[in-house]
């Protein structure tokens, strides 16, 4: 039996990992939510929701497979598609490969709902999300990646640790592209409106070291286990959460900022419309070269396309 939910979430590769992950933060966050499971295995997208909604019953969403027509109506539509990393490979690597994937399933997709939002999770996340705008239709601001909200996390958690002082008052993000490029924004790091780097215990941490083990946690758990799913899945429930909702709360996430030109990584208010506002961020002279670095980098692979 389905629950009568209004919103309709759908999830294009559901049948993989990080799809499932996210389809089952979803339920657990306890979002009313119809979720849809679309792969191109009927077979795992069935069997992931299966599995999850054996885990629904005591919570307002539902789950099961779904099809493209389906997807197409959902008022978000997550792609986590395609190929993913092996050990030790940049995400940049994958483009040749899950260009086409979303090619396609935009193809599949339509028509789609006009006030739809997409949510690009696949890699490289920054140069696909301007690939499923383009080959969507929908207007920018409807469109977005899962960016370097992950990441950014990631350095919360280990600033936390440092600092004694929980991650959800740590305000310091990573930027510029979900990959090798991504920078962090230390200028603008804060805790209660201090400068980070000012706080007692932030005094000798090697940056440098710090910044290496964010960059290459990705690298560790892949080589550990195979492929990360939970923290992405999680980052990409509350990120739509917010694409439900009128919150207009801020995440670093893949949107098109005017002032460079270029879907990146990058601050934004995120609402029910989308991407409500891109935000400035504070950078030092060297923070502004990295940051040209990454940019250089998506618009380098986005003419390739
Ligand atoms: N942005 C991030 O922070 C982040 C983090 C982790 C993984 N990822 C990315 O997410 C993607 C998925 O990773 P995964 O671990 O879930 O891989 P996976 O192999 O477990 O799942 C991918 C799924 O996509 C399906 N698929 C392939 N082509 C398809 C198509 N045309 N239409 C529908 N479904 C299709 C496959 O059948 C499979 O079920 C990868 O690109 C990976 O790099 C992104």
Not at 69 to 84: M, Y
Not at 95 to 105: G, T
Not at 146 to 154: A, E
Not at 279 to 295: F, H, W
Request: glycine share 10%.
């Amino acid at each position: 039996m389905s629950a009568s939910v209004g919103q309709r979430v759908s999830i294009i590769g559901g049948g993989g990992n990080v799809g499932a992950a996210t389809a089952f933060a979803l339920i657990v966050k306890g979002v009313s939510a119809e979720v849809l499971l679309v792969d191109v295995s009927d077979k795992a997208a069935e069997g992931q929701a299966l599995d999850i909604s054996d885990a629904s019953f005591s919570l307002p969403g539902t789950c099961r497979k779904g099809s493209y027509k389906e997807a197409g109506q959902s008022d978000v539509i997550i792609i986590t598609a395609g190929a993913r990393q092996q050990p030790n490979e940049p995400r940049s690597s994958l483009i040749d490969r899950n260009y086409k994937v979303i090619q396609s399933i935009m193809d599949s997709l339509k028509p789609i709902k006009a006030t739809a939002k997409i949510l690009v999770v696949s890699n490289p996340v920054d140069v696909l999300t301007d690939i499923a705008q383009k080959t969507s239709g929908l207007p920018r601001h409807q469109v977005i990646g899962s960016g370097t909200y992950l990441d950014s996390g990631r350095l919360r958690n280990e600033l936390s640790s440092i600092t004694g002082v929980s991650p959800r008052s740590i305000h310091a993000y990573m930027l510029g592209e979900h990959g090798d490029n991504q920078f962090t924004g230390w200028s603008a790091a804060n805790i209660a409106g201090r400068p980070l780097l000012d706080h007692s215990r932030m005094k000798g941490v090697d940056l440098d070291s710090l910044y290496e083990k964010i960059q290459r946690k990705a690298y560790v758990i892949i080589d550990a286990k195979g492929s990360t799913f939970y923290g992405i899945g999680m980052c990409a429930a509350t990120l739509t959460q917010a694409l439900l909702s009128n919150t207009s709360q801020v995440f670093p996430v893949t949107n098109y900022v005017e002032q460079y030109g270029c879907y990146m990584s990058w601050p934004a208010a995120i609402g029910y419309d989308g991407v409500e506002q891109s935000l400035d961020v504070k950078l030092d002279d060297e923070e502004r070269k990295k940051l040209q670095t990454a940019i250089d980098a998506i618009k380098g692979a986005c003419s390739g396309y």
